[in-house]
């Protein structure tokens, strides 16, 4: 696919948005691609993941891979709030689908878990 990172990115991204099936297919060539241009198109890179988390909802392969990448989202902007307020309505829609049963309810442990003495 020729051109710079972005235009490539936003092409996948829109392949995506149409069919979410397309992402699992894309996904190793957007992350890096979103990693590439998150500087200076981070809306571009935000966008991409969310496309991700979007088609995992529409087909999760396993019962915490919403969460886990709900969850690496939150990590990856925890300290800008102005994306976690972008997130925020993806996590009510997840917490939403998990209470009426259409998405596994999971608890995906993210923090270092070492033994206490």
Same mark, same amino acid.
């Given at each position: 696919?020729?051109?710079?990172?972005?235009?490539?990115?936003?092409?996948?991204?829109?392949?995506?948005?149409?069919?979410?099936?397309?992402?699992?297919?894309? *996904?190793?060539?957007?992350?890096? %691609?979103? +990693?590439?241009?998150? $500087?200076?198109? /981070?809306? &571009? !890179?935000?966008?991409?993941? #969310?496309?991700?988390?979007?088609?995992?909802?529409?087909?999760?392969?396993?019962?915490?891979?919403? *969460?886990?990448?709900?969850?690496? %989202?939150? +990590?990856?902007?925890? $300290?800008?709030? /102005?994306? &976690? !307020?972008?997130?925020?309505? #993806?996590?009510?829609?997840?917490?939403?689908?998990?209470?009426?049963?259409?998405?596994?309810?999971?608890?995906?442990?993210?923090?270092?878990?070492?033994?206490?003495?």
């Amino acid at each position: 696919m020729p051109g710079d990172p972005a235009s490539r990115l936003a092409a996948l991204i829109d392949r995506c948005e149409r069919s979410a099936s397309a992402a699992s297919k894309l *996904r190793a060539e957007g992350d890096a %691609l979103a +990693d590439a241009v998150e $500087g200076a198109n /981070a809306d &571009l !890179a935000v966008r991409w993941r #969310l496309a991700v988390v979007r088609a995992l909802i529409a087909a999760p392969p396993d019962g915490d891979a919403v *969460r886990e990448a709900y969850g690496e %989202l939150v +990590d990856r902007y925890r $300290g800008d709030p /102005a994306r &976690l !307020a972008e997130l925020r309505p #993806l996590g009510e829609e997840i917490r939403r689908l998990e209470a009426d049963g259409t998405l596994p309810s999971a608890l995906v442990a993210r923090s270092d878990r070492r033994p206490r003495r």
